[in-house]
């Protein structure tokens, strides 16, 4: 196995890359929101979104490469590799051409889906949506290679192309918008970026592995048949996981109004830039679960969902309950200015506070998905997320046209369809698999979790009644002080034995060190 000196490692590489995009986000939101009107922030929020939805074209062929190139690797299959690689790239420049028709198809009929559209914005937006499936295509090739890094272990490398991209893509936006070329300079600034992500990890993926081919491009029915075999089910998870993470958008848009659109925006982005911090917690460890279930090592496996869980707990909590208890507070410092007056922070704010309480169950839920596809149950994972995101939206359209409620409704959906569908369905069926009892897995990673959580969020309120925040200083002495609670329940609750019994002894040794010296 593995040493977890290692796990730690790529994983904090992982989240030191995306630390930057977060800090570059912080700074940067601010300047794009003062920059663009309401109507024109909510079309950009609204083109990302439709954008997102057009990846589904890549028909889990994205997801279904990075899995066998791992597998392989752990098969010491160098023909299987190659082979996955150039089958991958057939399958995409077979489906470039379909995402573009789409684009030109969404650009014409984007007044019809949101017709509170003013309508001097038609002709930009048919022209930027085929050209934004473009730079779609380039994410997808990009891709590719970003997994030939990773499945190497190679995340070093992987999160120094991403920052370089990042860098160019900043640089880009703001020089763009400065110069008031408006929704043009943001998908400038994308495309730019992309093109980059594509040459970069091209040529980091051939440092890394010298045998890796691009052409001539494989169309073998073997491969596309093993391709879409597992791709087939990350389609649809796929599918619905863009549902899930992005027609909360499309529904405001529709139903309230484009400009409502940027306060939901706002609300959501900080979970969107923090789910990727557990997201790479599994994406760590999937290279090497795969392998062990490629060598049905499954003691090994059930020890690697274990340690994922407790991570995820571990930094989660931390991350999505704090977003609860300060999202007025954060937002109000960060966003208000004028166009973004107190009305449009409050419903900003409760639109985080709700999202971040969805996002908890997926604390351990993505473990249990992940090691279900590492073990080939995609079509399981598959229909869960489907059920899962038509429900989303019926709950969604539910509270926004039955019960009134508005920007929190919308929210509030996504939270009550995980709560129903996910919470409980997941662990049971991965127990099953996995031959383990449910009260074992509940009672070693559930419990201490919760309890955790409710001896945090005590402590938060208790904060807030005692302390009032007026500035940024207050602020972050605020989140501080919460850290230094929160590491304090870690060791006692949240920590496994073994691990804070290595933890204990190391730091004795130090301070013996120290004494002697």
């Known amino acids: 196995m593995p040493s977890r000196r290692k796990f730690l490692r790529n994983l904090a590489i992982n989240w030191g890359g995306h630390i930057a995009s977060l800090v570059v986000m912080f700074f940067l939101s601010p300047y794009v929101v003062g920059k663009l009107d309401a109507v024109s922030y909510g079309i950009w929020s609204l083109l990302t979104v439709l954008i997102g939805y057009m990846g589904i074209f890549d ?12 597998l392989f690797l752990g098969k010491k299959d160098q023909t299987g590799v190659d082979e996955t690689i150039r089958a991958g790239f057939a399958i995409f ?55 030939v890094l990773t499945a190497h272990d190679r995340f070093d490398v992987a999160r120094s192309i991403d920052l370089c991209v990042l860098l160019i893509r900043t640089a880009a936006t703001v020089y763009a918008l400065y110069s008031g070329w408006a929704l043009w300079g943001l998908a400038g600034a994308l495309a730019l970026a992309n093109f980059s992500s594509l040459v970069f990890n091209r040529i980091g993926a051939g440092r890394i592995y010298p045998a890796l081919r691009s052409f001539p491009l494989l169309f073998s029915r073997s491969r596309f048949k093993e391709l879409f075999g597992y791709g087939f089910y990350a389609f649809i998870s796929n599918v619905a996981f863009k549902v899930i993470g992005q027609s909360d958008l499309v529904i405001v848009g529709a139903f309230l109004s484009v400009a409502s659109v940027r306060e939901y925006s706002v ?61 007025q507070p954060f937002i109000r410092l960060w966003m208000l200015q004028d166009g973004f007056d107190l009305h449009s922070v409050t419903m900003a704010a ?94 070693g990673n559930l419990l201490p979790g919760a309890f955790a959580a409710v001896l945090f969020s005590l402590y938060c309120l208790l904060l807030q009644n005692l302390w009032s925040i007026e500035g940024w200083l207050s602020f972050w002495e605020h989140v501080g002080s919460a850290i230094l609670f929160w590491c304090l329940i870690l060791l006692t609750i949240l920590l496994p034995h073994e691990d804070r ?17």
């Open 267 to 327: 609300g959501a982005m900080l979970i969107y830039y923090s789910a990727p911090f557990i997201s790479m917690i599994g994406m760590t460890y999937f290279p090497s679960v795969q392998k062990k279930v490629a060598a049905q090592d499954f003691c090994e496996v059930k020890k690697l969902l274990n340690s994922q869980i407790r991570i995820s707990l571990s930094f989660g909590l931390l991350v999505y309950l704090g977003l609860v208890f300060y999202a």
């Open 59 to 70: 028909i889990g062929v994205r997801s279904s490469v990075g899995r066998h190139i791992a």
């Open 350 to 443: 409760s639109v985080m506070a709700v999202l971040a309480l969805s996002k908890i169950p997926t604390l351990y839920l993505l473990p249990c998905i992940n090691v279900l596809s590492a073990m080939g149950h995609v079509r399981f994972t598959a229909k869960r997320a489907v059920v899962e995101a038509v429900m989303n939206v019926v709950f969604s359209l539910l509270f926004v046209m039955l019960f009134n409620i508005g920007l929190v409704g919308v929210a509030a959906g996504t939270l009550t369809a995980r709560l129903l569908i996910s919470a409980v369905a997941v662990p049971y069926y991965l127990c099953r698999k996995l031959d383990t009892p449910l009260a074992g897995f509940v009672y």
């Open 93 to 147: 420049t077979l489906t470039g051409g379909l995402i573009l028709l789409v684009g030109v198809v969404l650009g014409w009929c984007f007044p019809i889906f949101f017709r509170n559209v003013p309508a001097e914005y038609y002709d930009t937006v048919r022209l930027l949506l085929p050209f934004m499936a473009v730079n779609l295509w380039f994410s997808a090739v990009a891709a590719i290679y970003s997994n």
């Open 501 to 517: 019994t290595r933890l204990l002894k190391k730091v004795k040794k130090t301070v013996s060190i120290k004494d002697a010296v």
